[in-house]
């Protein structure tokens, strides 16, 4: 007599043996109902972004299952290890290099019952931690006191396998909770205002954040003797509400110097800015104004003066890059000038509709100097306004439109993104 065999009963066995793909009671666990099976494992002379990576994943999987993770140089045999930064995931993939890898390039990969969370230096291995905890474990740290921890007793590792660099080198939100160096690192921030220590990758820091050419040279210094070196505007010179005449070589030798010597008293700094002042006054004498005519924007004249004091400082400061606005009268960009590698564009959307997206017809404008600066300049930043400067509580009429215009300036070559608030 034949036994009858269940059609589900086939389709089970179809299953487990399709693939080879484990059951789910073969899943590799972290945690099992508040205990862990895991351990994080950090190399013994890993330099302090990945220690600090480690203590980082230790704590929140903590959180998260209710189990205490051990931080250690190497895990008992048979145990699953999370293996956080380059040199510790060579137990578990022997040719693993950090090599060719962006400062904050991350790479997430399941290798037998191993997870790799490691990335270039300084900030890779950091940002691999907390995007791993953010994507696959659901945490969210919404500000330096809010946050989202899942509850999660038991947690399984899924396969993975992720190589990715962020398209922005700088990102900055800067309200005055966000400078919360914690905040900061588990949000892939890195600006100026962030309170990075070493331990947590460190930051772009600039020399002079904006607005620095009476910084540079101050009229207070300069131009009861050098008159000459500040704008002329209606026949004369004045340093009130006025900018530097870009057009003088002493002028530039002066700035230079007093720029190299910021520079050495700030040796952090990656990016110096040389920068109008925040008003116009731009200088009408004989020679900028023929300048600015050719280039056909007053951007013209700021870049060909910017450029050459990138040439001046990149001998003795070759990490520093330059910074420099187009702001109000300079935004549209130049039709001969390029600026140099070592030169940055922070481009300012202040006259933008902010509860318009950049792809509008209502903010065409911008737009269009948004394309004609990525054409020509490799690094491209855009200073965004994310605050009413007349009435700081009020809302600002953007929340539905940040996400894509992120994604508009990433695919316009943007590099840096500034959203500026409030302190």
């Known amino acids: 007599m034949r036994r009858r065999v269940s059609p589900l009963a086939v389709l089970a066995a179809v299953a487990a043996l399709a693939g080879g793909c484990r059951q789910p009671e073969e899943q590799v666990m972290i945690a099992a109902d508040g205990v862990a099976r895991a351990s994080v494992v950090v190399a013994p002379d890993a330099p302090p972004p990945e220690a600090h990576a480690a203590a980082e994943l230790a704590r929140f999987l903590g959180q998260v ?10 895990a ?58 953010a994507d696959r474990v659901g945490c969210r740290w919404w500000s330096s006191t809010a946050a989202t921890i899942p509850s999660r007793p038991s947690l399984a590792l899924e396969p993975l396998d992720v190589t990715y660099a962020p398209p922005l080198e ?47 040279i101050p009229p207070k210094t300069y131009f009861k003797d050098h008159p000459e070196w500040f704008s002329e505007i209606d026949g004369r010179r004045t340093h009130r509400r006025g900018q530097l005449c870009l057009a003088n070589e002493a002028m530039r030798a002066e700035l230079v110097g007093n720029l190299k010597a910021r520079l050495r008293a700030n040796p952090a700094a990656t990016i110096a800015s040389v920068s109008q002042n925040d008003w116009d006054g731009w200088c009408r004498c004989a020679t900028c104004a023929a300048v600015d005519r ?17 040439a001046d400082i990149e001998k003795d400061f070759p990490h520093v890059a330059v910074s420099t606005l187009a702001y109000r009268y300079t935004r549209g960009p130049p039709k001969l000038a390029r600026p140099r590698p070592n030169v940055i564009v922070r481009l300012c959307s202040i006259e933008c509709s902010f509860a318009a997206p950049l792809a509008h017809e209502r903010n065409r404008a911008f737009r269009e100097d948004i394309e004609g600066w990525s054409r020509i300049c490799d690094r491209l930043y855009v200073w965004d306004y994310t605050t009413n400067f007349k009435h700081y509580v009020m809302p600002h009429p953007n929340l539905r439109v940040l996400a894509p215009n992120i994604r508009f300036l990433v695919a316009h070559g943007v590099k840096g993104l500034f959203e500026q608030g409030a302190y």
Do not use: M, Q
């Open 65 to 74: 299952t209710g189990a205490s993770f051990p931080v250690v140089h190497e």
């Open 170 to 216: 700088y990102r900055e939100p800067f309200w005055f909770d966000a400078f919360d160096g914690d905040w900061a690192v588990r949000n892939r921030c890195n600006g100026h205002a962030a309170r990075l220590d070493a331990k947590r990758g460190g930051k772009h820091l600039y020399e002079g954040f904006v607005h620095t050419f009476y910084r540079l």
């Open 76 to 133: 008992p045999a048979g145990r699953c290890r999370l293996l956080v930064g380059p040199d510790a995931a060579r137990r578990a993939e022997a040719g693993f290099t950090a090599d060719g890898l962006g400062p904050e390039s991350i790479v997430l990969r399941t290798v037998g019952d191993d997870l790799i969370l490691a990335g270039g230096r300084p900030r890779g291995t950091l940002y691999a931690v907390t995007t791993w905890l």
């Open 294 to 310: 050719e280039e056909g924007s007053h951007a013209g004249s700021v870049i060909r003066f910017v450029n050459a004091v990138a």
